[in-house]
């Protein structure tokens, strides 16, 4: 009997390494091939009426004796779907696009101003593709924004990777959103969404009588960008079968790679320090979404106020006039919470209630050395002004939200969850009828 149990344990190994070894040669566990493959880095997805244009940042080896050993083209394609636009990388260079370490993807005004979800529909579908994906919104053109090399990166997706990083968000910097967060608003029963919105921005600020002098020549901005893509798309677009153009960068330009229907720009490893035309990304407004399509635009300053409500931040910075003078406060820590109730005259209630842990970060005034060691000596009157400011621009981000139906702060869902007997009779219109309770305060880290 004993002896039996051995032999049945060794053939149930020998098969079970037998299985593996051919899972390991039939499977796409070896190396890819670069020579055939297309890693793509990032998509930007633009509208034309019904067609989409489809700009992919794919990453190209180089000989290991370079400096770096890869450098990024843009490869513009088109077609009625977005899988389609794919399949003419394919087709007209003889890459294959491979979505498995795409980590951004762009969406440009015209694809914004419908339902967004007609081309991301196919990046949910695709089984490579990993729903922790950045997704971000710009004004103009995706095309055009991923073509700019910026100071920081010769690659433009991994430059604006750095604005919506972790760090940023922690911060308040940016209220980012992934694929999945998107969607899951998406498909909820408030079918609300935001997504930050990339600019580019000029690398150094003028100053003085230098701001008006800039002003008129123009430095890389977002009208710069648009009236660069309009140029473009007038030759590089009108047709499949224009000719791939390439864009200069600071270092080298990156040459054509296809028969054509793509247009390759520069992002290529060279030196990008110390050059003044090479711009930065920011991300601090903050684009709406209803069904799938913008409808309005939060400030700088109201993304602020909405990533205090909606996240846990972590020595974010505060600034606030007091007077003539600017004090910065740094918020150590936030506890937000938010409360859905119905009165007993049916009139729904929305309770925002954050505390802010906070001290003195710098303040535009030299003061006494003694105050300079404590960030906890916050200058009187501080707090209450940052109380009533912050609760001012939460409730201005709060009634845009309201304005034009987006429910960012998931009342809808919260009515849902919690009040599923008043569910059905004010779905519509609870985002109208509801009343906003907002209390903020402000307590020292000590």
Partial sequence: MHKTHVKNTVRYYLILIAAFVLLFFSNDFGLIDVQKTAIVLAVGIDREDDTFIVTSQIAVPQPS??????KSVQLVSRGETVAEAFEEINAKTGWYPKLVFCRLILLGEKACEQNVFDA?????????????????????????VLNVTALVDATSSTAIEKVLSQHAERVGAVLTSTLREFSIGYFSEGRSGYLPVIK???QQETVG???????????????????KSKNESSSGESSKNSESSSEESSSQSSSDSGNGSSKESKSSS???????????????????????KRVDTLTKEESFAVNVVLNKLQLATYSLRQGEEICSLTIK????????TIGKNGIPSFKIQVTCHAGILDYSKSQDLSSLGDVGDVPRGSFPLAETLLKAQIVSAFEKTRACGCDLF?????????????????????????????????????
């Fill in 333 to 340: 820590r936030n506890e937000p919470k938010m409360k859905l």
């Fill in 209 to 227: 009588s230098e701001s008006s002098e800039s002003a008129q020549k123009g430095s890389p901005s977002q009208d710069g960008q648009k009236e």
């Fill in 200 to 202: 580019i921005e000029p």
């Fill in 410 to 446: 998931g009342i809808v869902e919260r009515l849902e969850k919690y009040q599923k007997k008043h569910f059905y009779a004010l779905r519509g219109e609870v985002l109208d009828r509801v009343v906003l309770n907002a209390t903020i305060s402000f307590k020292n880290i000590r």
């Fill in 65 to 70: 004796k370079q400096e770096k050993s890869t």
């Fill in 120 to 144: 991301l529909d196919y990046f949910l579908r695709d089984e490579y593709m990993s729903d922790n994906c950045l997704l971000a919104a710009c004004d103009g053109h995706a095309k055009d």
């Fill in 270 to 292: 060279g030196d990008s320090g110390g050059n003044a035309s090479e711009p930065l990304f920011s991300a601090g407004e903050t684009a709406l979404f209803v069904g799938g």
